[in-house]
DNA sequence: CTATTGATTGAT
DNA sequence: TCAATCAATAGG
């Protein structure tokens, strides 16, 4: 196994080296319809130094799960009607995690269809809510392992192209910092 | 306790 | 450009 797709020796490193590393591997879900899988093509990085990030200066109730070892999946609600995943990275207790905003389908696309109520394939997971939706997730997923289990991350089948880096989307504070990747020129990537 | 905000999306 | 919709957080 090349020494890059080990995914613990990957995660263990700084969430924006991970945000850049976990583009082309893949987030696959086992549901009792079968398996949902798709390639990650865009992320973003948040540490506990950032303003941007929910870990900002102190742990919570909700953000607890950031400060545990790496590999666990940190969700949270948002507006009032969204949920979003990340993935724990770094060492334990620092309060980092990459959003996963874009995915590219590859398995079980009729029941992301089915889940989005949506028939366009490039309208399925170019978000990081519509991604969460398309996969079946709901907050229950919030602190498992990524590492194993039912919802995990595989690694890459093919190299990855060109990466883009810039700033992130949706934020006000520290928006200035290049924490967003994503596969250049991929039609799956959120454009807002 | 009340008020504001937000790592979004979809419709206008 | 803006409403939907509510948990977390800031403020009193």
């Given at each position: 196994m090349n020494k890059d797709q080990n995914l613990q020796s990957v995660l263990e490193k700084g969430a924006v080296q991970v945000a850049k590393e976990l583009l082309g591997w893949r987030l696959v879900h086992d549901t009792p319809r079968g398996q949902i899988s798709g390639k990650v093509v865009e992320t973003e990085a948040y540490t506990?130094?950032?303003?941007?990030?929910?870990?900002?200066k102190w742990k919570t109730s909700r953000t607890s799960v950031m400060f545990r070892p790496a590999g666990f999946a940190y969700v949270y609600f948002t507006y009032g009607m969204h949920y979003c995943l990340n993935v724990v990275t770094g060492e334990d207790g620092e309060g980092e995690a990459v959003l996963f905003r874009a995915l590219e389908p590859l398995e079980g696309i009729e029941n992301m269809m089915a889940n989005r109520h949506k028939?366009?394939?490039?309208?399925?997971?170019?978000?990081p809510a519509k991604l969460f939706q398309a996969l079946g997730l709901t907050k229950d997923y919030y602190g498992v392992d990524l590492r194993r289990g039912t919802l995990r991350l595989e690694p890459p089948l093919e190299a990855v192209g060109r990466i883009t880096q810039t700033t992130r989307i949706g934020?006000?504070?520290?928006?200035?910092?290049?924490w967003r990747f994503y596969v250049t020129d991929n039609p799956f990537v959120s454009k807002s």
């Open positions: 506990s130094v950032d303003q941007a990030s929910h870990s900002y028939d366009n394939i490039t309208q399925l997971t170019n978000g934020i006000t504070k520290d928006v200035h910092r290049p």
